[in-house]
T-cell receptor, first 114, second 119 residues
Framework: GDSVTQMEGPVTLSEEAFLTINCTYT??????LFWYVQYPGEGLQLLLK?????DKGSNKGFEATYRKETTSFHLEKGSVQVSDSAVYFC?????????????FGQGTTLQVKP | DVKVTQSSRYLVKRTGEKVFLECVQD?????MFWYRQDPGLGLRLIYF???????EKGDIPEGYSVSREKKERFSLILESASTNQTSMYLC??????????????????FGNGTRLTVT
């Protein structure tokens, strides 16, 4: 079945460092791709999404580009802040139906130190 | 803002007990979901519902059931709790009619989770 694989964490960075969190996927169809973020003590919230090949999703300084040829959707940010410390989940949904059923990766914890 | 409220933040139950986890959303969303979150495993879908009284099994439905009698409320039921059901449970909702296209791209709105411990 469809699946999402993320790099293992935790990822520990100093403030203003460059961030990359790798995400690759396996899907039989042509999925849409998402990044969700979970801040401490909270539920998940949508960070960005891309619905077709070469689309770039962006939000709050984060970016990810849908790469069909490498089946990847890596998350990047040029300069992280302490407030970016959270767990990041890559996810996909199949292009069928309207239930928005998502398949999630295992999550990557980011710790940003001052 | 969409608000998804889970009735309990922390819950401790004994093995064999029947457990109810409640979730309410205030945005008239058609779709509702129950996930469990475990370290190293990410989120796994237990059940979802796309309309009142409708339900579909997710990837790990064994040991669980659900109820959706009203559009805004989606309950997860552990018929006989076991220690391997100790986990964080997350409820979410979405609407295929929120303007996103295609409709399955509608974002999920999550509650803050219920941490269940079964002893």
């Amino acid at each position: 079945g469809d699946s999402v694989t993320q790099m293992e964490g935790p990822v520990t960075l100093s403030e203003e460092a460059f961030l990359t969190i790798n995400c690759t996927y396996t899907a039989t169809g042509y999925p849409s791709l998402f990044w969700y973020v979970q801040y401490p003590g909270e539920g998940l919230q949508l960070l960005l999404k891309a619905t077709k090949a070469d689309d770039k999703g962006s939000n709050k300084g984060f970016e990810a580009t849908y790469r069909k040829e490498t089946t990847s959707f890596h998350l990047e940010k040029g300069s992280v802040q302490v407030s970016d410390s959270a767990v990041y989940f890559c996810a996909l949904t199949e292009r069928s139906g309207n239930t928005g059923k998502l398949i999630f990766g295992q999550g990557t914890t980011l710790q940003v130190k001052p | 803002d969409v608000k998804v409220t889970q009735s309990s933040r922390y819950l401790v139950k004994r093995t064999g007990e029947k457990v109810f986890l409640e979730c309410v959303q205030d945005m008239d969303h058609e779709n509702m979901f129950w996930y469990r979150q475990d370290p190293g495993l990410g989120l796994r879908l237990i059940y979802f519902s796309y309309d009142v009284k409708m339900k579909e099994k997710g990837d790990i439905p064994e040991g669980y059931s659900v109820s959706r009698e009203k559009k805004e409320r989606f309950s997860l039921i552990l018929e006989s709790a076991s220690t391997n059901q100790t986990s964080m449970y997350l409820c979410a909702s979405s609407s295929p009619s929120d303007g996103s296209f295609p409709p399955y791209n509608s974002p999920l709105h999550f509650g803050n989770g219920t941490r269940l411990t079964v002893t």
